[in-house]
């Protein structure tokens, strides 16, 4: 099955802690996205990719850190600095310029604080 | 700021009858795009309309396409409960090489 899957489905994070959400994509894309979206909110980037070992940030960077080593992995740390960390993170790939393409999405992870 | 923004926020409907969302953007674009997001899950791509377009349909879906009002509507024709859903408009940002999200419209069909 081709895809973009993600893992955790949930994740809990303690004060303090720093958590990584995992996301894998087999579609051969080149660029890949990572998105929080806040309940009844639309989308708001946090990283793109749009080749290995090369990441932008988005607009709302802060608090967050990537990593892109890997074409079919794209590896999201919540640190402690972001003091909001609550939201549904949604991954995405496309097989290039997403602004001219479709962007595939996993089905998400749902970040709690304890 | 948001580039897209739906119309209306929710709408509710019963099954067979029409649904009609809106979206409208504030810059020139070239494409524009819809996906689908059912509660609790990621987006699902449905349209994407080029800007030398006017109208595309896909099954029991029609896009419109106004860039001289810079506007696009939505239409899920003889709705079904499965179509409940959040609907999205995207639009491109040049600058970033990336879409645009909207805040959505929440569409229930009721049975």
């Known amino acids: 099955d081709g895809g973009i899957t993600q893992s955790p489905k949930y994740l809990f994070r303690k004060e303090g802690q720093n958590v990584t959400l995992s996301c894998e994509q087999n579609?051969?894309?080149?660029?890949m996205y990572w998105y929080r979206q806040d309940p009844g909110q639309g989308l708001r980037l946090i990283y793109y990719s749009q080749i290995v070992n090369d990441f932008q940030k988005g607009d709302i960077a802060e608090g967050y850190s990537v990593s892109r080593e890997k074409k079919e992995s794209f590896p999201l740390t919540v640190t402690s600095a972001q003091k909001n960390p609550t939201a549904f993170y949604l991954c995405?790939?496309?097989?290039?310029?997403?602004?001219?393409?479709?962007?595939?999405f996993g089905p998400g992870t749902r970040l709690l604080v304890l | 700021s948001q580039q897209g923004e739906e119309d209306p926020q929710a709408l509710s409907i019963q099954e067979g009858e029409n649904a009609t969302m809106n979206c409208s953007y504030k810059t020139s674009i070239n494409n524009l795009q819809w996906y689908r997001q059912n509660s609790g899950r990621g987006l699902v791509h449905l349209i994407l309309?080029?800007?030398?377009?006017r109208e595309k349909h896909s099954g029991r879906l029609r896009v419109t396409l106004d860039t001289s009002k810079k506007s696009s509507s939505l239409l899920i024709t003889a709705s079904r409960a499965a179509d409940t859903a959040s609907y999205f408009c995207a639009t491109p940002r040049f600058y970033n090489n990336d879409m645009r999200f909207g805040a959505g419209t929440r569409l229930t069909v009721k049975p």
């Open positions: 579609l051969n894309h080149d660029a």
């Open positions: 309309i080029r800007s030398n377009e």
């Open positions: 995405a790939s496309s097989i290039g310029d997403s602004s001219q393409e479709t962007q595939y």
